[in-house]
Each structure stands twice: as structure tokens, then as C-alpha cells.
């Protein structure tokens, strides 16, 4: 059956070429009093939060599909989870021009029921992506256009989140536009997860396994900021009765893990209640017939980073034997040293000095101080030393009995020989590898300074978080050095951080196989110490090909 014949039917009668999806979608319009020659109703345009979550998270990639949609014949759309559109870009001022004309405008909602079967609104009921060809489109209006939406969700919980869509005249091939939405999809995705702060996420892990274990059971978790439902807390739970478990989750002095008896909307309930942070829990809404069900009291907790490097330094300092330290400039290798030695009486000796002072004067200084039988000896910037020290410094380690913490920037071989005498060898985490973590960490380096009134606003935290941090912690020190003297207290907003960190860049947009990719890269151009030919070599490609990566991962 021709698409234009559907539109008399609410159903096609026998074997038909349409997508299901789209069949459906035509069945839906018709419903809703729609005709083929109908125009996209507009009742009212909305002033849209462009600061809102999805937008923060979307802004740098859709910065980049901007440039890549210059002077094309395509136009990009992102719609929030109700079809309304947040930002829109067109390659040509003749495509944008043609979208005003229909309505397709910031702050016009597209649904079903006002513009039919289309990229944006079909996608949001179907919860799929959708190609919508030419005269798919239910609205004779839309025909000369080919679109392609795809939904985005919160990775945790499949919540929708929004729709984005890319469109072009009916001669464009479609087949060019899955590819770039599915990227583009796949960073905006995860550049939401990233802006959940340590408890958030630690919500949502502790969210999704009460919900893997009790699909059927209303659940919710909510914290002040956050809240997650499931199919049944949406379906049987009113606003009010979210209101009322905020309130709980907020209280101080109540014993968590235990059965509460509450009165909701659906009547009084027992509530199964799980801690999760200060103000934060997972609540599991019983039926009566659930009553006695045994639920672990375990709460989930995100092991981030951080957590695994805190294990990492307290198992060594637990354990015995030499230890190795290494990480790239900045990541905290002297407090990770001195995490290890913990409270140990410790000398000190860094490699360095061995060019000021002299080879021979140093290794005698490192064999008088391996010899003074002291709890711990931390030798700095081990990478610095040549061969010849680097065999003193192993017969040293091999005969003390004094604890040696060694370190050392990341990826060098010359050290194989030292650390085969350590016991345990620790590579520390970048900063950008934590980027999850950065607001409990501004926040533990403010509380070092005694800083207790200053606030990040989340704008500024997302410009933070999007930045590479290539000095690491000691960049992020120097970063919070600018801030405070000028403000001492109050909400830190995007325009008190320096400007160089508030404009996002092509680098910070890389996903997490280009993160990944990103980083080994640069760790083995450290290692040849930037010999492009030998990093090649070592990585098993040609040296076209590592410009090629180089130049489009934005690694200089």
C-alpha cells in the first residue's frame, strides 16, 4: 500500500511495506483528529531552561556537529523529553528559513498529537530511533524532508531525557545520518552521567539494583536534587507521594534499612527504606501480600576511582616490601609516598639532586641513608637517574632493610630493574580520569584550606569537568588559588573561574574509547619522550596513521 493511502485507514488490510513503528505512529495521529493536509499546530511557544542538565551535557557536542553541518543541506534539532524543541542549527539560512515557515522553532513542542509522524515526537513513543522518509511523514507539510531521531537516555535508569534529530531534503541519503546521531548520542549520554555528583551516582547504582531485584514492586530514590522511579512508582504514585518520601530521606536520627508504614496516595503502605547518602534513599513500596519480603540491607555504594586508589595506598602501606609510585606530573605522587609511610619516621632523597650534586655524591647520600636502618625512605623522581644510578639505587633496595617508596613518571622502562624489587608498584589516576569526583575533590582541597562558604555552582562544575586537566591536582590547586582571591565565599559561578576554563574545546568533547584511545596515546609519547616514529612502533600502526589519531583526538 502507497503511504499516501494510509492516511484514509486506521489500519493498513494486509502485507504492507511501512515500518511497524511508522504504521503505528499514522494509527496515533489519526486518533488525534490529525489529516494528512493538516499544519503543525503551535498553541504557544515556551521559554526553554537552556541551563538544564541535557542542555549543559549537549552544548559541546552539539557545538561540534554545528561545524560539521556548515554549509550543508541538513539541520539538527534537540528536543527535550515532552518534544520541545531546546536548540535547533541548520547548515544553509534557506533551510532555517523553511523551518519557520512550518514552526519548527526553540520552545515549539512536537508530539503526536500536533505535528503527527515525525523524528522528533514518533521517537519520543517509541522510545527507538526512527527514520521518517519523505512521505512517512504524516503531514503533507514535512514530505519534502527525510529526518532521523534518536532518543537519549540517563544510562542508568533508561529514562528518556530528549530526542535529537537531523534533517535534509528528500534527495540527502539517510544512510549518512545514523552514524553521526549515534556518536553524538553516545557523548551526550554519557556527558549526563558525568554531571551526577559521588551521591547521585551512588543513588542510582543502589536504585537499579533494587529495581533488577523487585521489577514489579513500586521504586523510587530520591535525594534533593535527584529523583528515579521505576514503571510502577510512575504508574501508581503520585507527585505528592514523591514530596513525602524527599521529606523522609532528608530526616536525620531515622533508622534505615527497616519497615515504615506510610500514608499515600494509594493508602497506608509499608515501605521498605535503604540509606544511601546524608540525604539520599532508595525507598521499595510493598503490597500487603509483601509484607514479610526479605530485602538486603546492604546498601550499594559507588566505588569510584578515588575509592579503588584509597584501597590500592592502604594495602601497600598494610603489606611489606618496597613500593613504586608512578604518575604523570601533578597526579600527587609525593602524598601518595607519604600515604604508604603513613605516620614512619621517613627520609627523603630526590633523584633530581644527583644533577646538581653529582652522581657519585648522591649515590653516597642514598646508601648512608639506606643503611641508617630508618622506618621508610622515599626516593623522588626516580625516572631522572641514568643507567649507572639506576643499578645503585637496585643494589641499595636489594640490601636494606629499610622500606623504599620509589617515584616516578608514568611509562618508563629504564625502571623494570628497581621495580622488580617492589612489592607493590601503584599507578595513580589522572585528574580526567576522575572527573566524576571533581566536586568531592575541590571540595576536600577547600576543606584543607579551611574554606567552608564557597559553593561551585553546577555551570562552573560543568566547565570544570570538560576541561582536560593536563598538570592535574596541582593545575586544579592553581585553579582554585585564582577563584579564591577573589571570592572567599558564596557561589562560585561560571564567570568567577578563569576565562581559559570556562569556553569548552574540541579535546573535551572525546567519548569514552576516544578517552581511552586519547590516553594511551599520550602515555606512550611520553614514554619515547615524543619520538612520534618509535610511539608508532609501539603501538602497532604507521605514522600516518598516529598523526591521523593525534590530529583528530586534539593531542598536540
Known amino acids: 500500500m502507497p503511504i499516501r493511502e494510509f492516511a484514509g485507514s486506521p489500519m493498513p488490510e494486509g502485507d504492507s511495506p511501512i515500518d511497524p513503528d511508522i504504521r503505528q505512529s499514522w494509527y496515533r495521529s489519526t486518533l488525534a483528529g490529525l489529516n494528512p493536509g493538516s499544519q503543525i499546530v503551535i498553541d504557544r511557544l515556551v521559554e526553554m531552561n537552556l541551563g538544564s542538565r541535557l542542555m549543559r551535557a549537549a552544548t559541546p557536542i552539539l557545538e561540534g556537529l554545528e561545524n560539521q553541518l556548515h554549509d550543508s543541506n541538513f539541520g539538527l534539532l534537540l528536543a527535550d523529553n515532552e518534544g520541545y524543541i531546546l536548540h535547533r542549527t541548520f547548515g544553509t539560512r534557506q533551510l532555517a528559513a523553511a523551518s519557520d515557515r512550518l514552526g519548527v ?14 523524528a522528533i515526537s514518533t521517537p519520543i513513543e517509541t522510545r527507538r530511533g526512527v527514520f521518517v522518509l519523505g512521505e512517512q511523514h504524516f503531514l503533507e507539510c514535512l514530505r519534502d524532508q527525510i529526518c532521523f531521531g534518536l532518543p537519549i537516555f540517563q544510562l542508568g535508569t533508561r529514562r528518556l531525557e530528549g530526542v535529537i534529530n537531523i534533517m535534509g531534503p528528500g534527495r540527502e541519503s539517510p544512510s549518512l545520518m545514523k552514524p553521526v546521531l549515534t556518536s553524538a548520542v553516545r557523548e551526550i549520554q554519557q556527558r549526563l552521567l558525568n554531571t551526577y555528583s559521588d551521591a547521585q551516582v551512588a543513588l542510582l547504582l543502589a536504585f537499579r539494583a533494587a529495581c533488577e531485584s523487585h521489577r514489579r514492586m513500586p521504586v523510587v530514590a530520591v535525594e534533593p536534587s535527584e529523583t528515579f522511579t521505576n514503571g510502577a512508582a510512575a504508574t501508581e504514585l503520585q507527585s505528592s507521594d ?89 597526579s600527587g605522587r609525593t602524598t601518595a609516598a607519604h600515604s604508604v609511610t603513613g605516620d614512619d619516621f621517613v627520609q627523603v632523597i630526590d633523584a633530581g639532586e644527583a644533577v646538581v650534586s ?8 642514598l646508601q648512608s641513608l639506606a643503611e641508617q636502618s630508618r622506618a621508610s625512605l622515599v626516593v623522588e623522581s626516580v625516572h631522572l637517574l641514568d643507567a649507572p644510578l639506576l643499578r645503585v639505587l637496585s643494589d641499595a633496595m636489594e640490601q636494606t632493610s629499610t622500606r623504599v617508596v620509589l617515584t616516578s613518571d608514568t611509562g618508563i622502562d629504564s625502571l623494570a630493574a628497581a621495580a622488580t624489587h617492589c612489592r607493590s608498584v601503584i599507578e595513580l589516576p589522572t585528574l580526567r580520569q576522575r572527573r566524576p569526583e571533581l566536586a568531592s575533590i575541590m571540595g576536600a582541597m577547600l576543606s584543607d584550606r579551611g574554606v567552608k562558604n564557597v559553593r561551585f555552582t553546577p555551570p562552573a562544575l560543568a566547565a570544570l569537568s570538560a576541561h582536560d586537566w593536563p598538570g592535574n591536582y596541582k593545575e586544579l590547586q592553581g585553579v582554585l588559588d585564582e577563584v579564591l582571591a577573589a571570592r572567599s565565599a558564596g557561589d562560585v559561578t561560571l564567570s568567577d573561574i578563569p576565562e581559559r576554563y570556562r569556553t569548552p574545546g574540541r579535546r573535551r568533547n572525546l567519548g569514552l574509547l576516544e578517552q581511552a584511545e586519547f590516553d594511551t596515546i599520550r602515555k606512550v609519547l611520553v614514554q619515547v619522550m615524543g619520538n612520534k616514529v618509535q610511539a608508532a612502533g609501539l603501538l602497532g600502526i604507521s605514522r600516518s596513521t598516529l598523526y591521523s589519531r593525534m590530529k583528530a583526538l586534539g593531542l598536540q
Open 242 to 330: 514523591l514530596a513525602v518520601l524527599k521529606e523522609f530521606a532528608a530526616q536525620r536520627g531515622v533508622v534505615f534499612g527497616d519497615r515504615v508504614r506510610m500514608d499515600l496516595s494509594v493508602g497506608q503502605r509499608t515501605v521498605l527504606v535503604e540509606r544511601v547518602s546524608d540525604q539520599g534513599a532508595v525507598f521499595r513500596v510493598l503490597r500487603d501480600e509483601q509484607s514479610t519480603l526479605a530485602v538486603p540491607r546492604a546498601s550499594v555504594r559507588y566505588r569510584t576511582v578515588g575509592d579503588q586508589l584509597t584501597e590500592m595506598l592502604i594495602r601497600a602501606r598494610a603489606a611489606s616490601g618496597h613500593v613504586l609510585i608512578s604518575g604523570e606530573p601533578g
Open 358 to 365: 653529582g652522581a657519585k655524591k648522591w649515590a653516597a647520600s
Open 105 to 118: 522553532v526553540v520552545g515549539a513542542q512536537f508530539t503526536e498529537q500536533t505535528s503527527g509522524t515525525n
